[in-house]
């Protein structure tokens, strides 16, 4: 039969042990990103945004449309992404419809889905924003990316172009 000495050291090694799994499995979980959209979570939006991010996504029924908004607020300026993904019937014919609120500005992206193209979302009211259009198979999404300030150090013309199509990236990869 152990001694208690070996016993007492065998538990101690033991409790050691549980420790590190805790610290190797428990906390990395508890660490995580939020991840309520299934197409781009919290952290990639915020680094996109500029700031930290909080996402609200509208799950939608069978054939609906399902809504993921990324919202940044600092103390004068409110950015959004908005990601929508939709379940079309006839996907080229939806794209269509989507594209032409773009109007003339529009410009097609290669590498991203398929009938990807990107154009300016600016609202006279508003600051800075770019949408793309664009699906991979039957499914059409939308992202859209903007601010409320006019003249947003964090969200230039130039900026949100790239910012737009890292956020197809990461979206039209997650629909395939």
Known sequence: ????????????????WVQLGICFFGIPAGAMAANNCAWINETTASSLLGGDAVGQVSA????????????????????????????????HARVGALAQSCGADSAPLKAIGNEALTCSADDRKGGPSERLVGRVRDQVFTITIASTLKKDS???????????????????????
């Not at 609906?64 to 959004?80: A, E, H, K, N, Y």
């Not at 949100?160 to 197809?168: G, W």
């Open 1 to 16: 039969m152990a001694s208690k000495a070996n016993r007492n050291q065998w538990y101690s090694r033991g409790s050691r």
């Open 60 to 91: 939608a029924d069978a054939g609906q449309t399902t809504v993921c908004t990324f919202t940044q607020t600092g103390t004068d300026v409110v950015r959004t992404l908005r990601v929508t993904v939709e379940i079309a019937a006839d996907p």
């Open 154 to 176: 964090a969200l230039t013309r130039d900026s949100l172009h790239a910012k737009i199509y890292l956020a197809a990236e990461q979206v039209a990869g997650n629909l395939f």
